[in-house]
């Protein structure tokens, strides 16, 4: 019996190339759809949805769409951390920017984001997943860090000193990330509440 020949792998397509090679049949999602819709049902789901099919599923077409994009999953779930580190970075600048306000208006824009409910469900699902991806952990962790100094220095600035402007700068991160992990057993509390939070830890 003779042996069939085996494929020259300079010959062999990835299913990205492959799918592109198809004629169009409808508009096709793009890239950032395809990143968007993910972190929509990472969201909602957690990690564990980020599959082909359920992501198919969820967004209305056939892998053919998927893999015009990216070859695998993992592909897309390192275009879903990118996003994320970007969003996360801009988040960074963006609290840098408060640092040059007075401190009382600093706080108050702290306190209104503080309880700011359209970010909770993808923060809470960013963390989960950097407990298994350094890429994201280390998004988080940086703008974990970048909080806190904010914070910090907003503290010092009210006339505390190292000390106990290190320990309400922390009582302010970790209530921040408790009312991420708790949202779904406590009563969200009110801007008004959320206030009287932040007047307490910094009343001197």
């Not at 280390?138 to 106990?164: K, S």
């Amino acid at each position: 019996m003779t042996a069939e020949p085996t494929p020259d792998p300079s010959t062999r397509r990835s299913k990205k190339a492959e799918a592109q090679r198809r004629p169009r049949k409808a508009p096709r999602l793009s890239y950032d759809d395809w990143v968007d819709g993910a972190l929509a049902l990472l969201a909602r789901e957690g990690v564990t949805a980020i599959k082909i099919p359920r992501l198919c599923q969820e967004l209305g077409v056939t892998k053919g769409s998927f893999y015009w994009h990216f070859d695998t999953i993992e592909e897309l779930m390192s275009a879903m951390a990118d996003r994320w580190s970007t969003v996360q970075a801009e988040a960074v600048r963006a609290i840098a920017d408060i640092e040059t306000i007075p401190v009382d208006q600093r706080l108050e824009q702290m306190t209104i984001n503080l309880v700011d409910q359209r970010t909770w469900a993808l923060e809470a699902s960013m963390r989960e997943w950097a407990r298994t991806d350094p890429k994201v952990a280390e998004a988080v962790l940086a703008l974990d860090h970048r909080v806190f100094a904010t914070i910090h220095q907003a503290m010092l600035e009210l006339g505390f000193d190292e000390t106990q402007a290190r320990l309400r700068s922390g009582a302010v991160v970790y209530l921040g990330i408790g009312l991420i992990h708790g949202r779904d057993s406590f009563p969200t509390p009110t801007p008004s509440e959320a206030h009287a939070v932040i007047d307490l830890l910094t009343r001197t």
